[in-house]
């Protein structure tokens, strides 16, 4: 018996010659607390909801827009009253897709035409853009806390904040992207799912290039939202092509995971051609749905080119002429961005380039008033203004949270800092290619949502993991928590200039920390 035992023996002769077998990895089927999870989330989106819809309607030029709402607002009311399609007489030319001022009539329809009314939309769509955080991080960190954190993090973020509070088309934008980001996440732990259950049935080495994985009605879900997204602004064009690289390199992991002999051909035999469909073909159909009021009328702009302003044959004669027209109709928007370029002549003085987004260098003014006319401050005169500046406490710490980020991704692998970079990049980096285009920071609003989740991400690594030491995870905890009431305390500092409530000058000074604010 001792020799049996002792490690020293010589060992069986079968346990020399049989290699143990390949294991799968472990399916991690995420938080199990479903109840507390929703608990959390349905207060934090009752909290963002308080905070994005006190004083909504406030303020107002004279009962007017303000900033670009006076395009929206009013092409908003024409949807609403002109059988759903803007025409934009004042200008000649709707220079963005239809989708967001559709959504900002449904709240003119409700309330008039007035600020609840072209605001209140917006609203809607910030506190959904709240939940949605708190949901995709629970289920990316599988933590209830870190979802939690995510979601204190967005509602005190002080651009998506006042763009929940604006008549404007970019929080529309930011929830759309992020809605089809969550979904892709919940289709990773789906196919993952799926080939667990074939590996389980010893069915994963039928083919070298692994399984086909079915109906993903996750991803399908994520192309309608990319194509709502393109029907809102043309950016989300962008974010089709980053999501859609994201979704064939989650199927490649997923197929070397679980042994697959070829995955990289695997993918591209079994995943690319359904991913083209799901995300290219069916955001294509989406974005044309949103033309609808457009295809059906007589008196679009440009609805009948072909015929007026094309000509009839061509190498493209075969394409119905209502696509032809579309298509002259895009050429015309897409020359007046294009023109829009700092060579030619034009300039704002609040524009900003994509290199001071990630910090919020460069915010954005959209209201201000001061004067003897402005009261309730306590002084002689009094300013009101409403400025869009990201939280300093949450976007100064964007480059160490896209380094850290990266060295997770590079070093460790980690697929969740990944996928945040993926979305951070395709709100960011396409801006670089056309530097000389006039440029603002509310095109910046898409980037709050994932820079909140990376920074969630890096926090809940701070707290540290449930089977550490109660002091190793006492310590993180306190380390975020004093993290978490200096970014409430910054977004309550900042409230004045971002609901427009009368401060004194010397405190509108005070609030302008750097030279660039100004």
């Given amino acids: 018996m001792t020799q049996l035992t002792d ?71 024409q949807v609403l009253t002109g059988g759903w399609l803007e025409d934009n007489p004042g200008y000649g030319l709707v220079v963005h897709p239809p ?63 006042v763009s929940s509070r ?26 993952r799912e799926r080939m667990a259950l074939v590996w389980v049935e010893g069915r994963i080495h039928d083919s070298p290039y692994g399984p086909r994985l079915g109906v993903r009605w996750w991803r ?42 070829r995955p990289w051909i695997g993918a591209g035999l079994r ?24 295809f059906a009328s007589e008196t679009g702009v440009d609805r009948n080119a072909v015929g007026t302003k094309v000509g009839l044959g061509g190498h493209f004669a075969f394409v119905p002429d209502a696509l032809r027209s579309l298509w002259y109709y895009s050429g015309n928007v897409l020359e007046f961005h294009s023109g829009l370029t700092n060579s ?14 990630p910090m919020g260098l460069r915010p954005m003014l959209y209201y201000f008033a001061d004067g003897e006319q402005i009261s309730g401050c306590g002084a002689s005169s009094c300013v009101k203004a409403v400025m869009l500046i990201g939280t300093p406490a949450i976007w100064w710490l964007a480059l160490p949270m896209i380094a850290w980020a990266l060295w997770r991704t590079v070093v460790s692998k980690d697929w969740r800092y990944a996928a945040v970079l993926t979305g951070y990049g395709a709100g960011l980096l396409p801006w670089f290619v056309t530097m000389d285009r006039q440029m603002y920071f509310f095109y910046a609003v898409a980037l709050a949502p994932f820079l909140v989740m990376g920074l969630a991400l890096a926090l809940g690594e701070i707290i540290g993991r449930a089977r550490a030491s109660a002091e190793r995870r006492g310590t993180g905890l306190l380390a975020v928590c004093l993290y978490l009431g ?28 750097l030279p660039s604010w100004r």
């Fill in 99 to 161: 989708i967001g001022k559709q959504l900002i009539a449904v709240g003119e329809a409700i309330f008039g035409y007035n600020g609840w009314g072209w605001r209140f939309a917006s609203a809607v769509a910030g506190t959904i853009l709240v939940l949605l955080v708190v949901r995709i991080v629970r289920r990316m960190a599988r933590s209830t806390l870190v979802g939690a954190i995510a979601g204190l993090l967005i509602i005190a973020d002080g651009v998506t904040f």
């Fill in 271 to 294: 995943d690319v051609g359904p991913a083209l469909y799901a995300l290219v073909v069916i955001p294509l159909l989406v974005y044309l749905a949103s033309y609808w009021p457009w």
């Fill in 486 to 513: 200096l970014v409430i305390a910054n977004f309550i500092w900042l409230w004045p200039v971002l609901t427009a409530i009368p401060i004194t000058p010397e405190a509108w000074q005070q609030q302008l920390w």
């Fill in 166 to 191: 604006i008549g404007m088309l970019d929080i529309f934008m930011a929830v759309f992207v992020v809605a089809a980001f969550g979904c892709l996440v919940v289709d990773r732990d789906q196919v």
């Fill in 344 to 357: 030619a002549g034009n300039h704002h003085p609040w524009e900003s380039k994509p290199w001071s987004w």
């Fill in 7 to 77: 490690e020293r023996a010589t060992p069986a002769v079968d346990t020399l010659i049989v290699s143990p077998a390949p294991t799968a990895p472990a399916l991690d089927p995420g938080p199990t607390d479903r109840l507390r999870g929703w608990v959390v989330t349905i207060f934090l989106t009752t909290l963002a909801a308080i905070t994005r819809f006190v004083m909504l309607g406030y303020p107002t030029d004279a009962g007017t827009p303000v900033f670009d709402e006076k395009h929206y607002a009013p092409q908003g009311w």
């Fill in 220 to 261: 399908f879900g994520a192309g309608v939202l990319l194509g709502l997204a393109c029907g809102t602004k043309w950016s989300g064009v962008y974010f089709i092509v980053f999501f859609g690289l994201l979704s064939v390199a989650f199927d490649v992991a997923a197929r070397r995971a679980y042994g697959v002999r």
